[in-house]
């Protein structure tokens, strides 16, 4: 069991860049696939990126692709979220969570933070 808890948000100017960080909790984070999702208000939680338990294979949202780097260090118990090049749609709370399965479904995934604030002004 793990409890992930997100940092690293914040406001930034349209083009800015922010590194997002989920700690974890219990010696079986490494047995976790973690993800990345976001919700903006009045929206539902869409998918933003995912990252094995290795981190050798990662998964991108279309929107955040080239933009957003997804990373981890297991003797950390850290997951990182870089985004770069941020844009005003970008404005959410951003949660992570732990699963299972390598997947976009946010159902799929099992454990999740509070979610940090996002907020990209134009």
């Known amino acids: 069991q793990v409890q992930p808890v997100e940092s690293g948000g914040g406001l930034v100017q349209a083009g800015g860049s922010l590194r997002l960080s989920c700690a974890a909790s219990?010696?079986?984070?490494?047995?976790?696939?973690i993800g990345w999702f976001r919700q903006a208000p009045g929206k539902e939680r869409d998918f933003v990126a995912a990252?094995?338990?290795?981190?050798?294979?990662?998964s991108y949202a279309d929107s955040v692709k080239g933009r957003f780097t997804i990373s981890r260090d297991n003797a950390k118990n850290t997951v990182y979220l870089q985004m770069n090049n941020l844009k005003p749609e970008d404005t959410a709370v951003y949660y992570c969570?732990?699963?299972?399965?390598?997947?976009?479904?946010?159902?799929?995934?099992?454990?999740w933070g509070q979610g940090t604030q996002v907020t990209v002004s134009s």
């Open positions: 219990g010696r079986t984070f490494n047995k976790y696939i």
């Open positions: 990252i094995s338990r290795s981190g050798s294979s990662t």
């Open positions: 969570a732990a699963g299972s399965l390598m997947v976009r479904m946010s159902g799929e995934y099992t454990y």
